[in-house]
């Protein structure tokens, strides 16, 4: 939770602002995963924070939804020319990748259990960038 709360961080993410009643504030949770090497042993725990994109109100906090997916047959077609050139295939795993979505809607967050600021307790966070569960 400390590195994804770094990252986060580093990545200019979120400011803190005063909370104002007519802000539809969006809340978060904490996802926990195992990332598994290729045999099958542990290779680290991962946690990701989300948030409940859910409660995000159309031409409010967000106007159109865009979701990055890649399809089958692209997967297909480069597998296929990997294995007719006899090239070799690795595999990466990019840390935070989501994050470089830059937000132009104001879309306001709780502070993430476990990680509010002492000194602001009652601010919420002004989203810059995009994090998973996102509209």
Same mark, same amino acid.
């Given at each position: 939770?400390?590195?994804? !709360?770094?990252?986060?961080? +580093?990545?200019?993410?979120?400011?803190?602002?005063?909370?104002?009643?007519?802000?539809?504030?969006?809340?978060?949770?904490?996802?926990?995963?195992i990332? *598994?090497?290729?045999?099958?042993?542990?290779? *680290?725990?991962?946690?990701?924070?989300?948030? *409940?994109?859910?409660? #995000?109100?159309?031409?409010?906090?967000?106007?159109?939804?865009?979701?990055?997916? !890649?399809? #089958?047959?692209? !997967?297909?077609?480069?597998?296929?020319?990997v294995?007719?050139?006899?090239?070799?295939?690795?595999?990466?795993?990019? =840390?935070? +990748?989501?994050?470089?979505?830059?937000?132009?809607?104001?879309?306001?967050?709780?502070?993430?259990?476990?990680?509010?600021?002492s000194?602001?307790?009652? =601010?919420?966070? *002004?989203? =810059?960038?995009?994090?998973?569960?996102?509209?």
């Amino acid at each position: 939770m400390h590195e994804e !709360i770094q990252a986060l961080r +580093a990545n200019k993410t979120w400011s803190l602002v005063s909370f104002h009643p007519s802000m539809n504030v969006v809340g978060s949770r904490w996802v926990y995963k195992i990332k *598994r090497r290729y045999d099958g042993s542990i290779e *680290r725990y991962k946690a990701y924070l989300v948030t *409940r994109g859910f409660t #995000q109100q159309k031409d409010i906090d967000y106007s159109k939804t865009f979701n990055p997916v !890649i399809k #089958q047959e692209t !997967i297909k077609l480069v597998f296929s020319i990997v294995v007719s050139c006899d090239w070799k295939i690795h595999q990466l795993d990019i =840390h935070n +990748a989501f994050l470089n979505g830059v937000l132009d809607e104001e879309v306001y967050m709780k502070q993430p259990l476990g990680f509010v600021d002492s000194a602001l307790p009652s =601010h919420v966070c *002004r989203l =810059h960038k995009s994090l998973y569960g996102l509209k």
